[in-house]
């Protein structure tokens, strides 16, 4: 998914044919966009007749009509925009003018205005859009219009998100892949919760680029549970289960729970790791595949069933909004 940031910045009325321009009320955004590179935003929307999604930014502030193309009225044209602001300064989106009396209303000098997204094909990587807008200045009273830009638009895809057991994204580190005990020399790294690979990969346990970047605390309630487990006095499921099969042998057994205890009692080291998908199973393959919405995938410990162990903070980023993965250009 591509999210394209329409903003608006007075630092663009520096010119002298414009320098008497102090606030701008709205726009009339003209767009050329070669929809042979994208398709349905179904996944977004749940239309599959959809081609395009717009977001107000501002709220109910502001106006934000979507126009189409008059062959396909699924195929976005343009944007008309405008100021819907009764109070004073009325009719503003943004100025350059900072109020003599500071109880007044000081409004921002920049704005983002509207989101607008695109799915793009698989086979896209990169393509560009013609833009060019009349914008309506001074409360309406000036109009200018902007000259004819290109935007270049790149389908920086991911394969996956990768997060904590908390929910939050990981960060700077690297996912080294394992299988059958040997190292594989693929290292995956995770940048802002996001995952890229250029190659299918089999592999059957993680070890961190950082041995410290995780706190094991494991701890004897650990143990106990793979016990209450085997004996069927509790039943572990999707990450905890994973967690107690320390070997990954897809059997939880009494080996599982001894490795536990020589770690706890540091006559060995559990140092490897498990993706867990959003049904609770295991990720033994990652594929250059880019799906529109990326999988979000959990990396959990071996041995720390209880999942009190922890990150630490230079690793992990607070998620903030929605989850849908996206790549920003700024339009305007």
Known sequence: MIKLTVNVDMAGMTSSELSHISSIAGAALDMNIDWSQFESISDLTGNVDEMFHVENLVGTGMFLGANTKDANPSLLNGLAISSLRTDEPALTLVDNITPADERDIDLPSTLDLAAIYLNPIDTMIETSMLFGATVE????????????????????????????????????????????????????????????????????????????????????????????????????????????????????????????????????????????????????????????????????????????????????????????????????
């Open 137 to 332: 200045g001074n409360q309406g009273d000036e109009t200018f219009v902007q000259s004819l830009s290109t935007v270049a638009i790149f389908a920086d895809r991911v394969d996956a998100t990768v997060m904590t057991a908390d929910n939050e994204l990981l960060d700077g580190l690297t996912m080294n892949l394992w299988d059958n005990g040997s190292d594989l020399n693929q290292g995956v790294a995770i940048n802002h919760g996001e995952i890229e690979v250029d190659q299918t990969v089999d592999f059957d346990v993680i070890k961190l680029s950082d041995p410290d970047a995780y706190d094991m605390d494991l701890t004897i309630g650990d143990a106990l549970d793979v016990l209450r487990h085997i004996v069927n006095l509790e039943t572990l499921t999707g990450a905890a289960y994973h967690a107690a099969d320390v070997d990954n042998d897809d059997d939880i057994d009494i080996g599982d729970a001894l490795d536990v205890l020589r770690h706890i009692v540091k006559l060995d080291t559990i140092d490897t790791f498990d993706l867990i998908d959003e049904a609770g199973n295991r990720v033994t393959q990652l594929e250059d595949t880019n799906p529109s919405i990326p999988p979000q995938w959990t990396l959990i410990a071996n041995g720390d069933v209880d999942q009190s162990g922890s990150f630490a903070t230079d690793y992990t980023i607070a998620q903030t909004g929605t989850s849908d993965v996206v790549v920003e250009s700024a339009v305007v």
